[in-house]
């Protein structure tokens, strides 16, 4: 592999940063010389190249057989078409950095491992929007412990298996693996000098009073992840041997510990047999189904002939071809599985673009072949036909959500007077604890649904709140100024189109916080450009700028209802951003 003279080093760590909108000046599509200029000094070779904004933080990592062609398909006249995702994206491109690499599979391989380093925002084919569950292993702690989530958070120690598309199954799986296995039961200790119940009937090994090794704990806890693995026949390999150790050692209380372990995973998938030849064989099998707006891909996992494991994405169905959507599907989660969980076979229903490569890659994972194919007929066809059928239910579900989704932004059109359903909204709120530590909080919605990518956060700085004197009004002022302050300041900036620019701003408060925001908007010139509204606490009242009466409204009509989910996620925001500076401020005066 060679390398390009790279400008500038990789940093370990990418965060994209919520402000870098602010400044788009020193971007590459605002400066058509430079751009021109950039893309010519990239090569028509494969390789990894890197989108990074002018902090130098990475924005998207990506490979191509072609680093030339790929890249500047990123800034061509076409671009319009671009998913809004990639569109922001570009917007905020300083700079592009590349790696040249000998073959596609070697950038496919680069990619993968660079991904896994630096976990860029814009790396994510699949929408975040919290539907399926993942199960999470903190192998970052001493004694990891074992959870259902639905957000994954960027810990490259921590291992999380999924997205699980059965909730259900996924609860009882784990509480049987309680169960069997003897685990910390308890978020936090019962008692401070002593174990629980829990240790005494042997269902915990006593991880709050340490009786237990982190090193040993670590070992059952292995033994759970192969359960999620999809190995649980391996496993029952292991256990069988290691009873019979200990029956020939006399030792049959031990013996007959590992013998109930072995019963409890046999349980697991004990009625999930799949009728199919070779079934000795593990394979996972991928489909999709999708509209003009969304994919539901489904991914069945089977081992020794057992379903272990129904996983669900959901990505854009403008982002690609069908092909396209499931080679990154595929790309992006064995990039994340542990080399032991790549099947020996892969069946897809779409023909995948770059299929070849995607196998050797697989296969110099495992160390083992890797095969991928779209089969026609008999047994195996049948199989990617089912999956594909639960992708077709799960896009059902999806379409009833983004219409119920859809009539809450019309009726919010409607509350606000606004011309067209907000794709855009911003909620703003502030914690502090009588005017000490004061922050606010800017949450985003784009398109009904949380935009955590765009959140942003402010510390107060205004001198007049103070420990003893709290200010809402001059605090929402005062973020507000800071939020708009550059478009007040060049009214020539697009706003229309612009998707930094909100449809509408919802701030959390009554007819106080809106008088000081108006007043500020007012004062920046953008009042007549800007929808505002705030939305009270007790009563749930809605204000509308200039109205001395609330709207008139129902608690449970879905504009209402979008409004205060909007409200609750910036609050909650703010709240945890203020717990995390009280706590920076002490450990400093510490």
Partial sequence: MTTSPVPSSVPSASTVPNTSASRDINTLVTNPER??????????????????????????IGKSKSLRSRVRSYFRDAAHHHTPRIAT???????????????????LALEANLIKQHQPDFNVLL??????????????EDYPRIFITRQRR????????GPYVDTGLLRRTLQIAKRIFPLRQRRQPLFKDRPCLNYDIGQCPGVCQQLITPEDYHKIVQRVAMVFQGRSHELIDILTDKMSQAAEALDFEKAAIIRDQIKGLETLGAHQKVALPDDTVSRDAIALSADEEHACVQLFQIRAGRLVGRLGFVADA??????EILQRVLEEHYRLVDSVEIPAEILVQHTLPEGDMLANFLTTQKGRKVSIDMPQRQAKAELVEMVERNAQYELARTQRFADRNHQAMEDLAELADLPGPPKRIEGYDISHIQGSDAVASQVVFIDGLPAKQHYRTYKIKNPTVTSGHSDDFASMAEVIRRRFRRYGEDPSKQ????????????????KGQL???????????????????????????????????????EADQPGVMLLRRLRDEAHRFAVSFHRKNVWAECGDRA
């Fill in 154 to 161: 960027k810990n490259p120690q921590n291992r999380y298996y």
């Fill in 495 to 510: 706003r229309v189109g612009n998707p930094d620019w909100p449809d509408l701003v919802m701030i959390d408060g009554g």
């Fill in 35 to 60: 751009l021109s200029q950039r893309l010519g000094e990239i090569p028509q070779e494969p390789g990894v190249y890197f989108m990074k904004d002018e902090t130098d933080q990475i924005l998207y």
């Fill in 515 to 553: 008088s000081a925001v108006v007043a500020e908007l007012e004062d920046m010139n953008l009042l007549s450009e800007l929808r505002v509204v705030s939305l009270a606490k007790k009563r749930e009242e809605i204000f509308l700028p200039g109205e001395k009466t609330p709207l008139d409204t």
């Fill in 89 to 107: 994206m570009v917007r905020r491109v300083a700079d592009i950095e590349f790696i040249v690499t000998d073959t596609e599979a070697e950038a």
């Fill in 318 to 323: 403008q982002s690609g071809t069908p092909g």
């Fill in 127 to 140: 929408k975040d929007d919290k539907k399926y569950p993942f199960l999470c292993i903190t192998w970052s």
